[in-house]
């Protein structure tokens, strides 16, 4: 069974500063992984994606997230934070052909 | 190119009446999904399908619920008759070939409150 755990449900940071949104899998098999953010009243957007490929992904807006097997985790970090990037974060785990399973979300406020 | 598109973006309703959603996906997208957030919850799957056929419905709650999908483009998911638990986001989403290996592009969802 697939399962996907956000630690964190709220992250506050201050803008310039660096973002960690944190997040462990549980997959029988090789996974995929991926990072939904949703801005108020809009629709989820991808962020970024791992498919077996390299371990570290970049993604939109300045984000990327390393795949780490040893620890089943696939954070997502941005190295400055942007006002614009306040909205909530969502950690989903997928195998092929199967439906995406949704972490539970991690709300990121950011401060000026 | 329109994105997934979903109607209404805001339902209120008493228990026990019933509701329709619409879903319009990105055209030329043979898959489509439903998703449901209850408040406090996480996103979870109810029902893919491809075209018009019901691929998985494994996430469906109950049979109060039904989709479909007529002619392979818009699908609607009907709510017959309304709980209150029943209350909370519901997303659609479209993607050109099956998770995992395609992108699924989301709509912004419909809030469904029943009283």
């Known amino acids: 069974a697939q399962s996907v755990t956000q630690l964190d449900s709220h992250v506050s940071v201050s803008e310039g500063t660096p973002v960690l949104l944190r997040c462990n899998y549980s997959?029988?098999?090789?996974?995929?992984l991926f990072w939904y953010v949703q801005h108020p009243n809009k629709g989820l957007q991808l962020l970024l994606k791992?498919?077996?490929?390299?371990?570290l992904v970049k993604g939109i807006n300045g984000f990327e997230a390393e795949f780490k097997k040893s620890e089943t985790s696939f954070h997502l970090t941005k190295p400055s934070a942007h006002m614009s990037d306040a909205a909530e974060y969502f950690c989903?785990?997928?195998?092929?052909?199967?439906?995406?399973?949704f972490g539970k979300g991690t709300t990121l406020s950011v401060s000026s | 190119e329109a994105g997934v598109t979903q109607f209404p973006s805001h339902s209120v309703i008493e228990k026990g009446q019933t509701v329709t959603l619409r879903c319009d996906p990105i055209?030329?997208?043979?898959?489509l999904y439903w998703y449901r957030r209850v408040m406090g919850k996480e996103i979870k799957f109810l029902l893919h399908?491809?075209?018009?056929?019901?691929?998985?419905e494994s996430g469906m709650p109950n049979n109060r619920f039904l989709a479909e999908r007529t002619g392979g483009t818009y699908s609607t998911l009907k709510v017959q008759p309304a709980e209150l638990e029943d209350s909370g986001v519901y997303f659609c989403?479209?993607?050109?070939?099956?998770?995992?290996?395609?992108?699924?592009?989301f709509g912004p969802g419909t809030r469904l409150t029943v009283t």
């Open positions: 989403a479209s993607s050109l070939g099956p998770a995992g290996f395609y992108e699924q592009y």
């Open positions: 997959s029988s098999y090789s996974p995929s």
């Open positions: 791992y498919t077996s490929a390299a371990t």
């Open positions: 989903v785990v997928n195998q092929a052909g199967t439906a995406l399973i």
């Open positions: 055209s030329g997208h043979d898959n």
């Open positions: 399908f491809v075209k018009e056929s019901k691929q998985d």
